[in-house]
């Protein structure tokens, strides 16, 4: 089913230059294309800094629609490692039996409804719920906090497209504000309480620094983890024998993730401000100018991926950048990569086929490049086995 | 069945025993501090970064271009680095020894 193909936007670009250009909001952008590339990009960050205007290592920008930083992303080494060495023993609970045991009950739910119902959409019904519950776990909060979440849906921080929403965005920084000052009336074990007992630095975090952790954690999971799991489902429907595959052979679940991960790619690229006048790509770039780490280019660089636009699930050396690179990749990781392994275990114990009915597709103006990132709505039947 | 050390930063040595999977894996199973492997083992997130005692380099084998190219970005790499997710447990390293990176 052509719905379900994810084409490699940047092939045509990346192999006779290198770099993509992009303008944003008047800020523009070059963008690396290879693997080799994008890598040494982001593990120099000297040159190439997080540490920017909140908001303008992102693209698009949001710059207009936010001033709190985002941390620890948006704060460079050596600082970057003190938050991130508080943040990364809370981060990594997912992977403690417990912790995967509730997130099995969660999915398996969410599962079980869609198996109930005649015809679901996959982005509304199925991956925003799974995200949304999934959340109270990652942040320790009651199950019925995600109701809101829900209720919110899936572009409570962008218009639909590219669009920033300042409105939408408000919502949310008003909502963690409040969520902060209940944590400080009456603490708890939650991790916005856990953060306000922090230091960092000797120093206890500010509001508006646990606001930034707490945004990122927000922000930086929503429209991804939606995405992943949403772009599984379709490559289902498209690949009837995969899910039988899996079941006959659960111990690929592992592999099979990573390799959904670099052909999804679900965040196409991140940001960086150059420091110094330098290259890239044999290409000049100037101080104070913007170039960005195309993840989703580098996840189908044939020189690195063979057989790149197919998906592969038993790829055994598959050095995606799907979650980033070096200091900054992604600290929600382990989460959603949990997320993604038990869905897929429980898809292929409880489902016996995945039809899409209708799809529209959320594609990604980018410059010279349009990418489809995954699916605005894909309405769909699922069969129990 | 290969015997295998592992010694934490925290200088912690765990020695443990398999037949088949990876090194990563055999550090995972057994808890060893340090050793997270949490891409399952396609030598993706540099998460199970290890030093080879230098008298056992011979017996673990050299890395791939891709792993080269993975540990050439990891600060505290050295000429013993490896990714034990690339090394599969055999007899061929019985008695090895890995210092987990920290």
């Given amino acids: ?385 | 069945m290969a015997k295998i050390t592992f010694i934490t930063s925290s200088n912690e040595k765990i020695t443990v025993a398999a037949t088949e999977g990876s090194v990563m894996e055999l550090a995972v199973n057994n808890n060893v501090q340090g050793i997270d492997g949490d891409c399952g083992g396609v030598c993706s997130c540099a998460t199970c970064h290890v030093f080879v005692a230098p008298e056992d380099v011979d017996k673990v084998g050299v890395a791939s271009e891709i792993e080269t190219d993975m540990l050439e970005l990891a600060d505290d790499a050295n000429e013993y680095s490896r990714l034990c997710c690339q090394i599969p447990v055999t007899d061929a390293i019985d008695n090895v020894v890995f210092t987990v990176a920290k």
């Fill in chain 1, 1 to 385: 089913m052509a719905k379900c193909k994810f084409a490699d936007a940047f092939k045509e670009e990346r192999e006779k230059s290198g770099i993509g250009k992009m303008d944003d909001q008047g800020d523009p952008v070059v963008m690396l294309l290879n693997h080799k590339d994008v890598r040494k990009a982001a593990h120099n960050y000297k040159a190439f800094s997080s540490e920017a205007v909140p908001g303008r290592i992102v693209v698009p920008s949001e710059v207009n629609i936010r001033t709190t930083r985002q941390i620890p992303f948006e704060v460079d080494p050596p600082m970057h490692k003190e938050y991130r060495s508080l943040l990364e023993a809370w981060f990594k609970r997912p992977l403690q039996d417990t912790y995967k045991e509730k997130l099995t009950t969660i999915i398996g739910t969410v599962l079980d409804d869609v198996l109930s119902k005649d015809k679901v959409d996959v982005v509304s019904d199925l991956a925003l719920v799974i995200q949304s519950r999934a959340l109270t776990l990652l942040l320790n909060v009651p199950f019925d906090k995600s109701v809101k979440w829900i209720s919110w849906g899936t572009h409570v921080f962008r218009s639909e497209g590219e669009a920033l929403d300042g409105d939408k965005a408000a919502i949310l920084y008003n909502y963690i504000d409040e969520e902060i000052d209940n944590a400080i009336a009456n603490p708890t074990d939650n991790l916005y309480s856990t953060l306000l007992a922090a230091e960092v630095n000797g120093k206890k975090l500010t509001k508006e620094e646990v606001k930034g952790v707490l945004i990122l954690t927000f922000a930086g999971g929503r429209d991804t983890v939606i995405n992943a799991l949403t772009n599984m489902m379709s490559y289902f429907s498209a690949n009837k024998k995969a899910l039988d595959y899996i079941r006959s052979k659960p111990e690929i679940i592992k592999t099979a993730v990573e390799e959904f991960i670099r052909y999804f790619s679900p965040l196409t690229h991140m940001g960086r401000v150059v420091t110094e006048d330098t290259t890239v790509c044999e290409h000049a770039v100037k101080a104070d100018s913007r170039i960005s780490l195309c993840w989703a280019s580098a996840n189908r660089d044939e020189k690195v991926f063979e057989n790149p636009d197919e998906v592969i699930l038993e790829r055994k050396v598959n050095p995606h950048v799907g979650f980033g690179f070096s200091h900054h990749n992604c600290l929600g990781a382990t989460h959603a990569r949990q997320i993604m392994r038990i869905t897929l275990k429980l898809l292929a114990e409880k489902v016996s086929d995945i039809t899409v009915l209708e799809a529209e597709e959320n594609i990604e103006n980018l410059g010279e490049f349009t990418r489809k990132v995954g699916y605005n709505s894909l309405k769909a039947t699922f069969k129990k086995r």
